[in-house]
């Protein structure tokens, strides 16, 4: 079995994916910079007893590297791990500038759209919310915006009379009160902009109304029946990147 990890800005996500490309667990854990070996290793224990050929990591988060590579190697015993970068063998070309600065889950992302077609946007609503373009096997690039928590926490923050919500339960579109309005701003509103930036790239590009948008990310959620032009929702969308890739390093 291999392992991969996506470690992120804001949650860190594990899969492990059997020699067939079946993923058949995942884990989920909040993202903790300057995190020790044991604090680590006790998160993994749901994977303790498991065999894993190798792992391979996209990090956003370098200065935990280090940790991970130690932590996986000692603890769970995995004798090959690796951590993705540009100059992999991708199936795609990078076509952008400053390729050293891109977020390598932005990458994986691209890997796994490989498997919808040769051209597709993908939407990764999570710590940010990503959009990038896949054109014939060519990552042309895309947009980076807050994501939606980090925009209903900074509203809360700079306003003396809004504070922070949930997300739990019916979020209705029309809100009765400061509470439901909230909630509506931002999953109503964050829904919408998702579907006019997608619209936008689609006509600025000419895309087909066959290209595919595949939605990922722990936002993403909140996309599911409130817009129109995504067409594939992939939870685990940057760890099948990841293990694509794999089986290519």
Known sequence: MVLTVDIGNTDTVLAYFSSMGDCDSTLRFSTVKGQNGASLTKELTPFFGKVFSAAIIASVVPELNNLWKEVLTESLRISSVSFVGVDIPWGF??????????????????????????????????TATKFDFLEEEIFQGGAIAPGLGISCNALAERSTQLFKISFDGVIPLVGKNTKEALRSGAVNVFAASVDGMIEKIFAEKKLGKSTPVIATGGYAVFLQNRTKNITHFSPNHTLEGLYAISKKI
């Open 93 to 126: 070309r990078i076509g952008v500038e400053e390729r050293e600065r891109i977020g390598h889950d932005r990458l994986c992302n691209m890997e796994a759209a490989l498997r919808y077609g040769n051209t597709a946007v993908v939407v990764d609503a999570g």
